[in-house]
């Protein structure tokens, strides 16, 4: 059986990894070299809960296992009048490593275990075809770029047409770690989202702050600018848009050594959630499949596009080696629509998050800010999207889940 996978990031480089260690030839692609991955911009902000970790420690990789990278506590607030403040332990810690330094180490390992990682950008339908030929099964992973146009958006799970958040963020010295140390989200109603967590970067350990603006609303002030040759304007503004709207943040930052912590180390842009048919037919009559990004994009507001790559990158493996068949067009549909299951609750749960927030919401955070134990229980379900997402589906579900929390019994 051979393999072409198609994308270093996450999805690609699990897979890789997984069916290296399976036995099973695959073909990587990639349009970067490790010193290229490492030396970018950041294309994310990756936090990486228990149920990733425990994939990595299945394919061996030790590096990021050590406890200093670990994010265990994740403080919310809703800001302003009628707001509250909440934080929850995670049973099994998150860990929050730089994408760049992990993603290089990755290909490096793919690399030092015998793997020949082919250095080409793929740059349409016409050469996926072409490589397809070359391979039982073509596996896109390729993200976000130009190839995700080979699978239609599926509008049936597709409810945003356009970006509900723009986005800028950085990596920042000058802001201390939240008390407990780990990651915080500060939600000012109607106007968005700004995110702190405790980072691991190439300058040590840093803070990412990251702005989620409503379009039109004020955040977009930043969103909108240009900063790239403006570093110092960019840590500035960021430190105006703390102080007039996020109080509660804003103890955290030391004014005098607030600064961005290089000029590369920022990021602006949005995402438009989407599901895309997980499967294409191409010209030559193969059939291609596609998993993380390339197949569903996910607003980063509850942290779980790499999560859910990984996850679909074990699945995926799996389904290869159990299938004896040809990897036809029922191989990929069949796959893709079992991988659907995995994928659901987290653009449910997202696209819930991102929207108007459902009178159960309110509920749930009110009761998390007043009982620790169902604060924990919900910070828990981070790493759980599909309990998450029974937990928060209709104001019963809330109730119940509520109510499991509160007298320790197991489950939602
Ligand atoms: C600001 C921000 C914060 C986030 N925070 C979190 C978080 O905390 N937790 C979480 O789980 N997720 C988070 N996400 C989402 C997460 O970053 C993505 O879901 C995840 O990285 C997608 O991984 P991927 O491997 O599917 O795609 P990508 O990481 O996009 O990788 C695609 C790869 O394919 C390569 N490639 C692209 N086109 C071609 C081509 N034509 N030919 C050859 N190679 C190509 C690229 O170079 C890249 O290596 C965040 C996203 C953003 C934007």
């Not at 290296?20 to 902000?45: C, K, M, V, W």
């Not at 992973?141 to 699978?151: C, E, H, K, Q, V």
């Amino acid at each position: 059986m051979s393999i072409g996978i198609v994308g270093t990031g996450i999805s690609g480089l699990h897979l890789a990894l997984r069916l290296q260690q399976l036995g099973i030839h695959a073909t990587l692609y990639t349009d970067r070299r490790p010193d290229e991955i490492r030396s970018g911009p950041p294309l994310n902000f990756v936090t990486r809960f228990d149920s990733t970790r425990e994939r990595e420690k299945a394919l061996g990789l030790t590096t990021w296992a050590s406890s200093a990278y670990d994010n265990s506590w994740m403080h919310m607030y809703i800001e302003g009048p009628g707001g509250l403040s909440l934080r929850g332990r995670l049973p099994k810690p998150a860990s929050s490593v730089d994408f760049r330094i992990y993603l290089a180490a990755l290909l490096e390992e793919y690399q030092r275990r015998g793997g020949i990682p082919v250095h080409r950008k793929i740059a349409d339908r016409e050469q996926l075809a072409e490589l397809a030929g070359q391979h039982d099964l073509l596996v896109v992973a390729a993200g976000r770029g130009a190839l995700m146009d080979t699978f239609p958006r599926d509008p049936a799970r597709s409810p945003y047409l356009q970006a509900p958040r723009h986005l800028v963020g950085g990596l920042f010295h000058g802001v201390r770690a939240p008390e407990p140390s780990g990651m915080t989200m500060h939600m000012v109603p109607g106007i968005g989202e700004v995110h702190a967590p405790t980072y691991h970067s190439f300058e040590g350990r840093v803070t990412v702050v990251l702005v989620e603006a409503v379009p039109d609303g004020p955040f977009t002030a930043v969103t909108g600018r240009d900063y790239r040759d403006e570093p110092d304007q960019f840590a500035e503004d960021i430190l105006d848009l703390i102080t007039t709207h996020v109080p509660s943040l804003r103890p955290r930052v030391e004014v005098g050594e607030f600064a961005l912590t290089r000029p590369v180390d920022m990021l602006q842009g949005a995402v438009v959630p989407m599901v895309r048919r997980g499967w294409a037919r191409l010209d030559d009559g193969t059939c291609a499949l596609a998993i993380g990004d390339a197949w569903i994009t996910n607003d980063p507001l509850t942290a779980q596009g790499a999560n859910l790559g990984s996850a679909l990158a074990f699945q995926l493996a799996d389904a290869l080696t159990a299938h004896t068949g040809p990897y036809d067009e029922w191989f990929c549909r069949t796959a893709s629509e079992r991988m659907w299951a995995t994928a659901r609750p987290v653009v449910d749960w997202t696209n819930m998050f991102i929207g108007a927030p459902p009178p159960q919401m309110g509920t749930l955070l009110g009761a998390a800010a007043a009982d620790q134990r169902v604060a924990d229980r919900f910070i828990a379900n981070l790493d759980h999207p599909a309990v998450m997402w029974d937990s928060i589906s209709s104001p019963e579900h809330t109730d119940v889940f509520i109510a499991g929390a509160r007298s320790g019994r197991s489950g939602t």
